[in-house]
C-alpha cells in the first residue's frame, strides 16, 4: 500500500489524475483478452488494439453528440477548423519535448491550444455577429501554418512521428492517450448530458432561446470548447485531416432516417459506432489507415441512409391528419 | 415629420382596451419604453420612442421596411440596450430580466438548418426548458405540453418532424411552445411571412382567442389589412412613432401616408 502511494506521488499530478483510468483500461483489456478467448478474432490478442477499439467506441458516442447541435447550427467546418488548430497544438507539445525535454503528451498540448482556438473563433463571431468562412478560414490557416513552422524548426527528428497525426494510427494509441481521452470523454458527454435543454434550445431557436432567459453567448462557447476537446480526443484514431468527418458523416446519415431529435442523436450513435467498428476491422486485416477506413465506411453507410430515407418517405405516403380546431379553454 | 407628444400619447392609451378596463388604477404595464434611442451606428436606427403596453392589450406594431420594427422588438426583449431612455419588462430593465418563461417569441423561421429532425412535441416542450433548467420534464410538465398542443389544435401533429408542416402550422406549433412557457405576453415578428392565406385566417383567429384569454399580444407585422382586422391598438413607426392609438383612429389617420412616405390605405375589412 505504502509503495504504491510513493509510486503514484513520485509519478506526478497528471499521472495521478489518470491512475483511475488506467486501472479501466486494465479492467477493459482483460475483458477484451476474454472476448479473444471466445471468438478467437486475431486482433484481439493485441493491447494496443483494446485501447484502439475502446477509443473508438468513445470518439462513436462523443464525436455525433456534439456533431448534431453543429451540423444543425450549419456549423459542420468548424470542426475542420479545431483539428487544424489541434495539429499546432500537437505541434507546440513536440517542440517543448524537444527542446526543454518536459515530457508532456502533445496530446495534452492539443487540447490547450484547440480550446484557446475555439474560444478565438467564438470571440470572432461575437465581435463580427456572426459565424463565417473567413473567421474559421483565418484560424484553420494559422493553426495548421504554426504547426509546420514548429516541425520545421525542430527538424531532428520530429517530423518523423508527425505523420501519426495527420493520419491518425491504431498502434500508437499509447495508455496515458487513452487514459486522457477517457477523461475528455467523461467530461464531454456529462456536459451536453447536464446542458442537453439549453443546447437544443440554442440550436433550434437561438433567438427564442435568447428571449427565454437562456445566456445564447454562453452556450455558444460551451458548444465550441466541446467541439474542440472531442476534436482533439478522436485525432488519435482519425488523424487531423479527417476527424470532422466524424463530427459531420454521421449525423448527416442519422438526419435522413430519424423522426426526431432524440432519435436522431441515438441513431448518430448506432451508425458511428458501426463505422468506427467496421473501420477498426477492416483497417487491421486490409492494412490501410484506420482514419482513412472509417471515414469511407460511415460515407457508405451515409449513402445508405440517403436511400433509406428516401423509400420511408416514399413508403409513408400517409394521409395529413386534419388540423385540430383551436381550443381556446385550454389557454 | 411629426412625433406623438407624450400628451397625445398618454390620449391614445386612454382609448385603449387596458385603460378602459382598469377603472381609476392604470395597470401596471408589461412592456414600458421611455425616450427611447437605438442605433447600430452613429445614426439612430429609433429615436424618441415611448410605449406603454399594458397587460390584456393587443397591440401591433406597423411600419415600412427599415423602419426599425425588428430593433424595436430587440430593445422591448431586451435583446438590445438603448444608447439612450429606458425599456423595462414586467417592470424590470428589459435587458436584465431573467424570467424568460412569461414572454414567448414567435419569429417567421427557427435558426436551425431545414433538415434539423425535431418533432413538433420536441418544440412545444421547449417552453418548458426555463421552468426545469438542467433537469427533466415531469410528468406536470408534458401535460402542459399536451395541453399547449391541444390549444392550438395541434395535438395530432405532435410526433410530424417540424420540416412536414406547412407555415401556418409551424407557426402553431411555435405558439404552442410560448403557450407551454405558460406565458403572459405574446411577441410575434412577422408570423405569417409565407402562410397561405387561409392559415392566415386561422392564425389570427387563435391570436383573437388567446387575447381574450388574457395573453397580451404583440404583433410585429407587415400586412396592414391583416393588423387592423384584428389588433385594437396600432404603432406605426418609421424611426420615430407616428401613430399610436385604436386601430379605428389609425385607419382614419393620415399617419399611414406619412410614415410610409406615400398615400398609402389600409386593405382591410373595417
Known amino acids: 500500500m505504502h509503495v504504491e502511494l510513493f509510486a503514484l506521488l513520485q509519478a506526478g499530478p497528471l499521472d495521478a489524475v489518470l491512475a483511475p483510468f488506467y486501472w479501466l483500461l486494465s479492467l477493459w483489456s482483460k475483458a477484451m483478452f476474454g472476448l479473444y478467448d471466445a471468438t478467437g478474432l486475431e486482433f484481439l490478442q493485441y493491447q494496443f488494439m483494446h485501447r484502439a477499439i475502446l477509443v473508438g467506441l468513445c470518439i462513436g458516442v462523443m464525436a455525433p453528440l456534439i456533431g448534431t447541435f453543429l451540423v444543425h447550427r450549419q456549423l459542420a467546418l468548424i470542426g475542420d477548423a479545431l483539428a487544424h488548430t489541434a495539429f499546432a497544438g500537437v505541434a507546440v507539445g513536440l517542440f517543448l519535448n524537444g527542446v526543454f525535454s518536459l515530457g508532456v503528451s502533445p496530446y495534452l498540448t492539443a487540447v490547450v491550444v484547440a480550446v484557446i482556438a475555439a474560444l478565438l473563433i467564438e470571440l470572432i463571431s461575437e465581435a463580427t455577429d456572426a459565424y463565417n468562412d473567413v473567421s474559421m478560414a483565418i484560424v484553420l490557416s494559422t493553426g495548421f501554418a504554426l504547426g509546420t513552422v514548429l516541425i520545421s524548426l525542430n527538424a531532428g527528428g520530429l517530423a518523423v512521428g508527425i505523420n501519426q497525426y495527420l493520419f491518425g494510427n491504431l498502434s500508437t494509441v499509447s495508455a496515458e492517450n487513452a487514459a486522457i481521452l477517457l477523461v475528455l470523454f467523461g467530461i464531454i458527454v456529462a456536459t451536453i448530458a447536464l446542458t442537453r435543454n439549453q443546447l437544443l434550445y440554442v440550436t433550434f431557436d437561438e433567438t427564442a432561446a435568447a428571449v427565454s432567459g437562456i445566456s445564447v453567448t454562453w452556450y455558444n462557447r460551451v458548444m465550441v470548447m466541446l467541439t474542440a476537446l472531442v476534436v482533439v480526443g478522436a485525432m488519435q484514431i482519425m488523424g487531423v485531416i479527417l476527424v470532422a468527418a466524424m463530427l459531420v458523416v454521421p449525423v448527416a446519415g442519422a438526419a435522413q432516417v430519424s423522426k426526431s431529435f432524440t432519435q436522431s442523436l441515438l441513431v448518430s450513435v448506432v451508425l458511428a459506432e458501426l463505422a468506427v467498428l467496421l473501420g477498426i476491422g477492416l483497417s487491421y486485416y486490409g492494412g490501410a489507415t484506420a482514419g482513412g477506413v472509417i471515414v469511407l465506411v460511415a460515407v457508405a453507410i451515409y449513402t445508405v441512409s440517403v436511400i433509406a430515407g428516401k423509400l420511408q418517405e416514399r413508403a409513408s405516403d400517409d394521409s395529413v391528419p386534419e388540423l385540430g380546431s383551436i381550443d381556446s379553454s385550454d389557454a | ?270
Open chain 2, 1 to 270: 415629420m411629426s412625433v406623438l407628444t407624450d400628451e397625445e400619447h398618454d390620449d391614445a392609451e386612454l382609448d385603449s382596451k387596458s385603460s378602459e378596463d382598469a377603472d381609476s388604477t392604470p395597470a401596471d404595464p408589461l412592456v414600458e419604453l421611455s425616450d427611447v434611442e437605438f442605433g447600430y451606428t452613429a445614426a439612430p436606427v429609433v429615436e424618441d420612442i415611448s410605449i406603454r403596453i399594458t397587460p390584456g392589450e393587443y397591440v401591433a406594431i406597423v411600419g415600412p421596411n427599415g423602419s426599425g420594427k425588428s430593433t424595436l422588438m430587440k430593445l422591448i426583449l431586451g435583446l438590445l440596450r438603448p444608447d439612450e431612455g429606458s425599456a423595462t419588462l414586467f417592470g424590470e430593465p428589459s435587458h436584465s430580466f431573467d424570467d424568460g418563461a412569461r414572454i414567448g417569441y414567435v419569429a417567421q423561421h427557427a435558426s436551425a438548418s431545414k433538415e434539423m429532425p425535431i418533432t413538433v412535441r420536441e418544440v412545444v416542450k421547449m417552453g418548458r426548458f426555463p421552468h426545469v433548467g438542467f433537469g427533466i420534464l415531469s410528468a406536470e410538465d408534458h401535460e402542459i405540453v399536451d395541453e399547449a398542443l391541444a390549444t392550438v389544435g395541434m395535438s395530432d401533429f405532435a410526433n410530424r418532424r417540424v420540416t412536414q408542416l406547412s407555415g401556418g402550422q409551424r407557426q402553431r406549433a411555435f405558439i404552442a411552445r410560448a403557450l407551454a412557457g405558460e406565458a403572459d405576453l405574446l411577441v410575434l415578428d412577422e408570423p405569417t411571412v409565407g402562410v397561405d392565406a387561409e392559415s392566415v385566417d386561422a392564425f389570427y383567429d387563435l391570436l383573437e382567442s388567446l387575447n381574450d384569454e388574457g395573453i397580451t399580444i404583440l404583433l410585429i407585422e407587415h400586412d396592414l389589412g391583416a393588423v387592423t382586422d384584428h389588433a385594437e391598438r396600432i404603432i406605426c413607426l418609421n424611426r420615430e412613432v407616428y401613430f399610436d392609438g385604436p386601430t379605428d383612429d389609425f385607419v382614419e389617420s393620415d399617419a399611414l401616408a406619412r410614415a410610409f412616405g406615400t398615400a398609402a390605405t389600409v386593405m382591410g375589412d373595417i
